[in-house]
C-alpha cells in the first residue's frame, strides 16, 4: 500500500552496488523491486512495468546495453525512463549506453549525494500519469 511512491526496478548483479542502491533509494518511499539478471529484469519491467528502472550495463548473460534495447523496443516499457549503471573507469561506456537507448547513467562508484537528485529527475520526466 504505497501511497503513491514510486515504483523502481534495479537490475544489479554485484551485491554490494546493489544494497547501496536499495540504501539510497529507502527515502523515495515508493516500492523497489531488484533482479541480479537481465533476463529476471526484463520478465518483471515487462509484467508490471515501474516507473523508472536502473540497469547494470555490465552483467553476465545479456548485458545492460542489449537489455535496454528491448525495454525501448517493446511498447510496455518503451516509455520508462532507464538509467545506466556504469563503472566510471570504462569511459566509452556513457556513449555506448546513450546510443543504445538509455535515458542517463549513474556512475559507479556512486555518488551518494548526487544519486537522489538525478533519480528525482528523471522520475519528474515521466511525472504525469504515475499520479493518477
Ligand atoms: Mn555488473
Known amino acids: 500500500m504505497t501511497s503513491g511512491g514510486p515504483r523502481i526496478l534495479v537490475i544489479e548483479d554485484n551485491l554490494m552496488n546493489l544494497e547501496l542502491v536499495l540504501d539510497l533509494l529507502e527515502g523515495f518511499g515508493g516500492?523497489?523491486?531488484t533482479a541480479?539478471?537481465?533476463e529476471d529484469g526484463l520478465e518483471i519491467a515487462f509484467e508490471d512495468p515501474p516507473d523508472l528502472?536502473?540497469?547494470?550495463v555490465r552483467l553476465p548473460g545479456m548485458d545492460g546495453l542489449e537489455a535496454v534495447r528491448r525495454l525501448k523496443a517493446d511498447t510496455r516499457t518503451?516509455?520508462?525512463p532507464t538509467l545506466?549503471?556504469?563503472a566510471e573507469?570504462?569511459?566509452?561506456?556513457e556513449d555506448r549506453a546513450r546510443g543504445a537507448g538509455f535515458d542517463g547513467y549513474v556512475a559507479k562508484p556512486i555518488d551518494t549525494r548526487s544519486f537522489s537528485d538525478t533519480i528525482r529527475r528523471?522520475?519528474?520526466e515521466r511525472g504525469r500519469g504515475a499520479r493518477g
Open 122 to 124: 528523471h522520475l519528474a
Open 89 to 93: 573507469a570504462m569511459k566509452g561506456d
Open 84 to 86: 545506466a549503471l556504469t
Open 78 to 80: 518503451a516509455h520508462v
Open 36 to 38: 541480479t539478471s537481465a
Open 53 to 56: 528502472i536502473l540497469l547494470d
Open 31 to 33: 516500492e523497489v523491486r
